[in-house]
């Protein structure tokens, strides 16, 4: 396979553009695509101070780096959910990525913060792991954004995200959900501006940028979601997108421009009257918020341990 | 060729010659969700393997509750 742009060695193949790339025009590619969702969305001004939710996986490490390459004045922020040794690990690829470029990690740690841990506290408060982990990051990602006057909040979701949230929101018809499904969100009272500069590319993209970039990611999958429904979607558009190459750019850019606005009336409605938090003083639809009565049910109790294996592996033949 | 899959990590002895697009498919493994690495080096679909390289097959598809 040869280069689109040089005709030199190609190192990825992406069958939506019906392209091959070598690494340079590989990264060039990948500039292109988050500067084209920055502009068109119009994401970032160029004066803004930024604060990336960094995970220490690739989504998160590919648009930190990829802004700071743009231009862009970037701190990340990270959030200890307290699973064992996956978090270690993943704080140590957040932290030596931000030490190895010079760049500011602020980070918050639920267990010594809020009194939980992701897996034990899930389960005192009966939400699913993944559930709870979202709704604990999202508070706290708000509230950095906030307190530290960012003025946007840049999470690492990509094509392959948004497609999956969009699949599992259309089988289920959450149209209130569908109305607020896109790449900005302003900022409103209690909220900061959230934006999502890698929707034009895929996972797949954002892991290679990171390999050929030399950026050390965390591989394994988090212990926790593993047989989650949004996997379950994931793969289900990947089996599409094999058989016909660009079904998920489609299936996501086609609702945003032809559907997404019929049903934004419902997701205004759904975002009015709010009131603060008699906690912490969060939006909320009344009286104390989702993560402070998270933290209420699940603060005080012993963490478990989980099991996580990142490191064994097990051989066998294949002829 | 030795092959590395992740998530769970394991090994795999598989013979070549085969293109990586064919050692995918072998491995019931979906393009679109997968990247290949021979000596750490990133390869596109079309590559030749055969029974001296060591390869990754690393998954790309991560996420929970988003």
């Known amino acids: 396979m040869k280069c689109v742009t040089c005709r030199g060695p190609a190192v990825i193949d992406i069958r939506r553009q019906n392209a091959n790339y070598c690494v340079d025009h590989f990264f060039e590619q990948c500039r292109r695509q988050v500067t084209k969702a920055i502009d068109e969305w119009k994401m970032i001004e160029p004066s803004d101070r930024v604060l990336v939710a960094v995970s220490g996986g690739k989504d998160s490490l590919a648009i930190w780096d990829l802004l700071i390459e743009l231009g862009y004045q970037a701190d990340g922020f990270y959030v200890g959910l307290g699973i064992g040794e996956y978090s270690e690990v993943s704080h140590s690829h957040a932290a030596a990525f931000a030490e190895s470029r010079g760049l500011t990690l602020l980070t918050v740690d639920i267990p010594t913060s809020y009194g939980y841990d992701i897996p034990t506290g899930s389960r005192a408060a009966r939400r699913a792991p993944c559930s709870a982990c979202g709704l604990s990051k999202r508070h706290l990602f708000d509230a950095a954004a906030l307190e530290g006057g960012y003025d946007v909040l840049v999470t690492g979701h990509n094509l392959d995200d948004e497609a999956a949230v969009l699949f599992g929101n259309t089988l289920h018809w959450h149209t209130e959900y569908l109305g607020r499904q896109l790449p900005v969100l302003p900022a409103r009272d209690g909220f900061p501006k959230k934006v999502k500069p890698l929707v034009r590319l895929t996972e797949r993209e954002t892991a290679a940028y990171c390999l050929l970039k030399g950026i050390d990611y965390l591989v394994d999958e988090c212990p926790m979601a593993v047989g989650n429904r949004h996997l379950s979607y994931k793969e289900a558009l990947n089996d599409i997108e094999v058989k016909s190459p660009g079904a998920k750019h489609s299936f996501y850019f086609g609702f945003l421009d032809r559907a997404s606005k019929h049903f934004a009336p419902e997701a205004d409605e759904d975002r009015e009257g709010l009131e603060p938090c008699l906690t912490c003083g969060a939006p909320t639809p009344s009286g104390t918020c989702a993560f402070c009565r998270l933290v209420d049910r699940a603060g005080g109790h012993q963490p478990e341990p989980v099991p996580v294996e990142l490191g064994a592996i097990r051989t066998r033949t294949t002829s | ?66």
């Open chain 2, 1 to 66: 060729m030795k092959v590395i899959l992740r998530n769970p990590r394991r090994e795999l002895d598989i013979s070549g010659p085969r293109t990586v697009i064919n050692l995918l498919a072998s491995l019931d493994l979906n393009r679109e969700a997968h990247l290949v690495m021979r000596d750490g080096e990133l390869i596109p679909g079309d590559a030749a393997l055969d029974d001296t390289d060591v390869i990754e097959v690393r998954p790309v598809i991560s996420g929970g509750d988003r």
